[in-house]
C-alpha cells in the first residue's frame, strides 16, 4: 500500500518542496524541480534484494572467483595500454581496455547489483603475484569503466579513492581516511567498489547488509517512522559543499520512486547538519527513529560480514544496502600490513533504477 506524505507543521523542514522552493544550491538542494518524495509505501517490499546475512553467509553465491580465462583477457587487454596510462588509469575508456570474455562476467555483476542481491564479490585476482599493483589498478578502472561511467568522489574530483589510515581528521570531516569504524551508511552514485590491495594487520572487516530488509523491519516495528524514513533532511557536506551551498543539502533517506524502494543512509550526517544555524533541531522522535535504525543492521544475522583479502574486488549497490567496516589496526613497521583499498563510484545513468531527483543528483558524483 502506498500513502501520500502527510502535511507537516511549519517547524519541519518539508518532506515535499513547494515549486517556490525549488531548488538551488543555496537552499541546500540538488537536483532540478520539486522533491519526488510524495508517497510513502506502507508495506513490506519484497525483492531478490532483500535478504539476511544469516541466508547468505554459508551460500557463497555472492562471490565470484576469476578463472584462467578472465586472467588471460586481462593480460590481453593490459597489451593495449600505453605505458603513460598505466601511470594515469583514469585517461582509460572502455574501448581502450577491451575484454570480449570478461564483459559478459561483467554483465553478470551489473545485474547482480541491479536486480539480484545488490552486491557481489570477485575474489583472489592475482596482484603481486601475475599483476603489479599497477597492472591491477588498470584492470579494476577498466572493469569499473565497462559497468558504467566513473564519478568525482569527493571535491577534489578524486576518480579513485585511496581508503587508508591517513590519521586524525576534524569533525566534520569523511570518515574513510581514518581506522574508525565508520557505521552502517551508503555511499553516493550507483555502485561503490573496493578492491583490496592489502588488508589489515587486525580488523577491517567489511559489513554489507539489505536497506530492504531494514525497511521491512519499520513497516512491521515502528510503522510511524516510515514519514520521518521519507522526509527530506537537511544533509551535511561534511566540508565538501560547493561553492554557493549552505554547507548541507537536502535528501531523504528513503524514497519509493518509480515502483522501486531506493534508500541512501546517512542519518550522521543528518544530526551533524543541526551545526547550521539554519537548520531545524531534529524533533525528538527524528532522534529516536534515527537511533532505532542505527540498531537494526546491527542486530544478529541482519548483515552480511566478509573480510576483503588482497585481489577482492567488492561491489555493492548503494541504494539497495548499506554497509560498513570495522576499526583495524596497521603494523606501523610493516607496510605489506597496512590496509590499502582503492575505491570507484560507478553511476549508471542509463537504464540503471529508477531514481528521485535527489539520488539522481549524485548520478555525476560530487560537484567539483
Ligand atoms: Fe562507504
Given at each position: 500500500m502506498i500513502t501520500a506524505v502527510p502535511e507537516r507543521g511549519p517547524q519541519h523542514v518539508p518532506g515535499r518542496l513547494l515549486p517556490s522552493q525549488a531548488m538551488s544550491w543555496r537552499n541546500g538542494v540538488r537536483g532540478e524541480?520539486?522533491?519526488?518524495?510524495?508517497?510513502?509505501?506502507t508495506e513490506p517490499v519484497s525483492a531478490?534484494?532483500?535478504?539476511?546475512g544469516d541466508e547468505l553467509s554459508g551460500a557463497g553465491r555472492w562471490i565470484i572467483r576469476f578463472t584462467e580465462e578472465d586472467l588471460a583477457d586481462f593480460e590481453r587487454a593490459l597489451a593495449h595500454v600505453p605505458k603513460e596510462h598505466v601511470r594515469d588509469?583514469?585517461?582509460?575508456r572502455a574501448e581502450d581496455f577491451p575484454l570480449p570474455h570478461f564483459r559478459e562476467r561483467i554483465a553478470d555483476i551489473v545485474d547482480r547489483l541491479e536486480h539480484g542481491l545488490g552486491f557481489v564479490l570477485l575474489r583472489g585476482l592475482p596482484i603481486y603475484d601475475r599483476f603489479s599493483e599497477d597492472e591491477a589498478t588498470v584492470i579494476y578502472w577498466g572493469i569499473g569503466r565497462h559497468m558504467g561511467n566513473l564519478v568525482p568522489q569527493n571535491r577534489k574530483g578524486d576518480l579513485i579513492g585511496h581508503i587508508r589510515d591517513l590519521g586524525r581528521r576534524g569533525?566534520?570531516?569523511?570518515?574513510?581516511?581514518?581506522?574508525?569504524?565508520?557505521g552502517f551508511h551508503t555511499d553516493s552514485t550507483d555502485f561503490v567498489g573496493l578492491m583490496c590491495l592489502r588488508p589489515a594487520l587486525h580488523g577491517g572487516e567489511s559489513f554489507v547488509a539489505s536497506s530492504g530488509l531494514l525497511y521491512n523491519f519499520v513497516v512491521r516495528?515502528?510503522?510511524?517512522?516510515l514519514p520521518i524514513l521519507s522526509k527530506n533532511f537537511p544533509t551535511?557536506?561534511?566540508?565538501?559543499?560547493?561553492?554557493?551551498?549552505?554547507?548541507w543539502y537536502l535528501e531523504p533517506l528513503y524514497s519509493y520512486f518509480g515502483g522501486a524502494l531506493s534508500a541512501t543512509v546517512r542519518t550522521g550526517r543528518a544530526m551533524s547538519a543541526?551545526?547550521?544555524?539554519d537548520v531545524p533541531r531534529l524533533t525528538a522522535d527524528e532522534v529516536s527513529c534515527f537511533m532505532y535504525f542505527e540498531s537494526l543492521p546491527k542486530r544478529p544475522g541482519v548483515a552480511l560480514g566478509m573480510q576483503l583479502q588482497t585481489g577482492d574486488l567488492q561491489f555493492v549497490s548503494n541504494f539497495v544496502t548499506v554497509h560498513t567496516r570495522t576499526a583495524f589496526v596497521d603494523d606501523?613497521?610493516?607496510?605489506?600490513?597496512q590496509r590499502h583499498l582503492l575505491r570507484l563510484w560507478i553511476s549508471r545513468?542509463?537504464?540503471g533504477r529508477p531514481l528521485c531527483p535527489e539520488y539522481a543528483a549524485w548520478r555525476s558524483g560530487y560537484p567539483t
Amino acid at each position: 500500500m502506498i500513502t501520500a506524505v502527510p502535511e507537516r507543521g511549519p517547524q519541519h523542514v518539508p518532506g515535499r518542496l513547494l515549486p517556490s522552493q525549488a531548488m538551488s544550491w543555496r537552499n541546500g538542494v540538488r537536483g532540478e524541480g520539486a522533491s519526488s518524495v510524495a508517497q510513502i509505501l506502507t508495506e513490506p517490499v519484497s525483492a531478490q534484494n532483500v535478504w539476511t546475512g544469516d541466508e547468505l553467509s554459508g551460500a557463497g553465491r555472492w562471490i565470484i572467483r576469476f578463472t584462467e580465462e578472465d586472467l588471460a583477457d586481462f593480460e590481453r587487454a593490459l597489451a593495449h595500454v600505453p605505458k603513460e596510462h598505466v601511470r594515469d588509469v583514469t585517461q582509460i575508456r572502455a574501448e581502450d581496455f577491451p575484454l570480449p570474455h570478461f564483459r559478459e562476467r561483467i554483465a553478470d555483476i551489473v545485474d547482480r547489483l541491479e536486480h539480484g542481491l545488490g552486491f557481489v564479490l570477485l575474489r583472489g585476482l592475482p596482484i603481486y603475484d601475475r599483476f603489479s599493483e599497477d597492472e591491477a589498478t588498470v584492470i579494476y578502472w577498466g572493469i569499473g569503466r565497462h559497468m558504467g561511467n566513473l564519478v568525482p568522489q569527493n571535491r577534489k574530483g578524486d576518480l579513485i579513492g585511496h581508503i587508508r589510515d591517513l590519521g586524525r581528521r576534524g569533525p566534520y570531516e569523511r570518515a574513510y581516511a581514518t581506522n574508525e569504524d565508520l557505521g552502517f551508511h551508503t555511499d553516493s552514485t550507483d555502485f561503490v567498489g573496493l578492491m583490496c590491495l592489502r588488508p589489515a594487520l587486525h580488523g577491517g572487516e567489511s559489513f554489507v547488509a539489505s536497506s530492504g530488509l531494514l525497511y521491512n523491519f519499520v513497516v512491521r516495528e515502528h510503522p510511524e517512522y516510515l514519514p520521518i524514513l521519507s522526509k527530506n533532511f537537511p544533509t551535511d557536506w561534511r566540508s565538501e559543499e560547493p561553492p554557493g551551498s549552505p554547507g548541507w543539502y537536502l535528501e531523504p533517506l528513503y524514497s519509493y520512486f518509480g515502483g522501486a524502494l531506493s534508500a541512501t543512509v546517512r542519518t550522521g550526517r543528518a544530526m551533524s547538519a543541526m551545526r547550521f544555524p539554519d537548520v531545524p533541531r531534529l524533533t525528538a522522535d527524528e532522534v529516536s527513529c534515527f537511533m532505532y535504525f542505527e540498531s537494526l543492521p546491527k542486530r544478529p544475522g541482519v548483515a552480511l560480514g566478509m573480510q576483503l583479502q588482497t585481489g577482492d574486488l567488492q561491489f555493492v549497490s548503494n541504494f539497495v544496502t548499506v554497509h560498513t567496516r570495522t576499526a583495524f589496526v596497521d603494523d606501523a613497521a610493516d607496510p605489506a600490513r597496512q590496509r590499502h583499498l582503492l575505491r570507484l563510484w560507478i553511476s549508471r545513468p542509463e537504464g540503471g533504477r529508477p531514481l528521485c531527483p535527489e539520488y539522481a543528483a549524485w548520478r555525476s558524483g560530487y560537484p567539483t
